[in-house]
């Protein structure tokens, strides 16, 4: 996957816009406008393609060049159609999500204001509902970045407790094998000791102790029975 720094799409974005205006600005190439609006859509599609993305990942790619064919092809859409008075000026909230997602909060409200200085060029009477259309670009990308901070909260977080739990069951491991691998053999040899040997038999203090090993190991068998209860509900939930 191509990538670009955040100045060099920022500038191509802007050049993007200024094209796009061009090319409805020029009677000879406007005629062509839906089909080369056509053909972008195509090429954006193919480089989904090409970068194996699932059918569903309609987004451009962060920091990819997808941003700048979507941009160029919706723009072609809206202003060969109308423009603000457009069917498909609704396309514009979808634009701004793109660009929400896809690049810095910096380079969308600069590229809004590309947009709010597009449509208004291009020779619109500017209405009160036309005005009010221009004046929802800002507002709406606003919403768009807080919903893409929260959203970057989330899935931080999310990978946090991945990483919490992936310490947690490797310290269970080092605890098991610690409890299977020594500490379990030296509390049975103990005990095989003190069972065995004749003058430990009669000893009350030599049974306290055996009891006391007893109890000892019930708990670690408690113990591990509830570490592999709980990890086996973590496993169920993910």
Not at 1 to 16: G, Y
Not at 44 to 53: E, N, Q, S, V, W
Not at 157 to 170: D, F, H, P
């Amino acid at each position: 996957m191509l990538r670009t720094t955040a100045f060099i799409q920022t500038t191509l974005l802007l050049i993007t816009v200024l094209i796009a205006y061009l090319w409805l600005k020029t009677p000879s190439l406007f005629q062509y406008s839906l089909q080369i609006f056509a053909l972008s859509i195509l090429i954006y599609f193919i480089g989904k393609r090409l970068t194996k993305a699932k059918i569903w990942h309609l987004a451009p790619t962060e920091k990819s060049p997808e941003i700048i064919i979507a941009s160029f092809a919706l723009l072609l859409l809206i202003g060969a159609t109308g423009n603000t008075n457009s069917v498909f000026f609704p396309l514009s909230y979808l634009h701004l999500f793109f660009l929400a997602f896809s690049t810095r909060a910096t380079t969308a409200f600069l590229m809004t204001g590309a947009i709010i200085w597009f449509h208004y060029s291009l020779g619109i009477n500017l209405d009160l509902k036309t005005m009010s259309d221009l004046a929802t670009l800002p507002l709406i990308l606003t919403f768009f970045l807080f919903a893409k901070k929260q959203y970057q909260e989330v899935i931080k977080k999310n990978y946090q407790l991945e990483q919490e739990k992936a310490i947690i069951g490797q310290e269970n491991q080092e605890i098991d094998f610690f409890i299977n691998s020594f500490l379990k053999p030296k509390l049975n040899f103990v005990k095989q000791t003190l069972s065995s040997s004749p003058q430990f038999q009669a000893s009350q203090e030599i049974n306290d102790i055996k009891q006391a090993v007893d109890v000892f190991e019930q708990h670690i068998d408690e113990y591990t029975k509830e570490a592999k209860n709980q990890t086996a509900n973590e496993t169920s939930k993910n």
